[in-house]
């Protein structure tokens, strides 16, 4: 097996500051929704999931490196969700702006997940768990995207 390096620790950490943002945004867009879009929030409740699986399996490789796991969020992250909190002053809770933001967020995973496998000192076992999660991830992201555009 190959050994962990202190990029790939990185990255890691990284990616679980990502899953960390998906947790906290999805959480936040519940909390915007109306009753009537429990639809919505049993989407969200399976996407806080899927991160927090994610993270479980980004940690357990930092850990068996012995470097701490990340515990916080993004910084881009924090600021994202700042503006979803001022937006949402000026434009409401409706389905369309939450999938809107949603969406956003979704892409900002994506970027994340790109940009560390763009990384060339990957161990291969890391590079296919990154590419699977990435994967589950544009599966979710494109769900999102599909029921923002079909919103009237």
């Given amino acids: 097996m190959e050994t962990i ?8 950490n990284d990616l679980i500051a990502i899953n960390n943002d998906r947790i906290m945004g ?10 009537e879009d429990a639809d919505l929030k049993a989407l969200f409740t399976d996407m806080i999931a899927e991160s927090h699986q994610c993270k479980m399996e980004l940690a357990t490789e930092v850990a068996a490196s ?6 916080g969020s993004t910084a881009s992250g924090k600021i994202y969700r700042a503006w979803l ?3 949402a002053i000026f ?7 939450v999938l809107a933001n949603c969406e956003a967020g979704e892409d900002a995973a994506q970027k994340a997940y790109t940009t560390a496998l ?11 768990m990154i590419s699977l999660q990435k994967e589950d991830l544009k599966l979710s992201h494109d769900k999102i995207k599909y029921l923002r555009d079909f919103q009237a």
């Fill in 66 to 71: 012995g470097v701490d796991i990340e515990e």
């Fill in 85 to 87: 909190d001022i937006k």
């Fill in 118 to 128: 763009r990384e060339d000192e990957l161990p291969a076992y890391i590079r296919t």
């Fill in 91 to 97: 434009t409401g809770h409706d389905r369309k702006t």
């Fill in 5 to 12: 390096t202190e990029i790939t620790t990185e990255i890691l």
């Fill in 26 to 35: 999805y959480e936040k867009a519940t909390e915007e929704l109306k009753a």
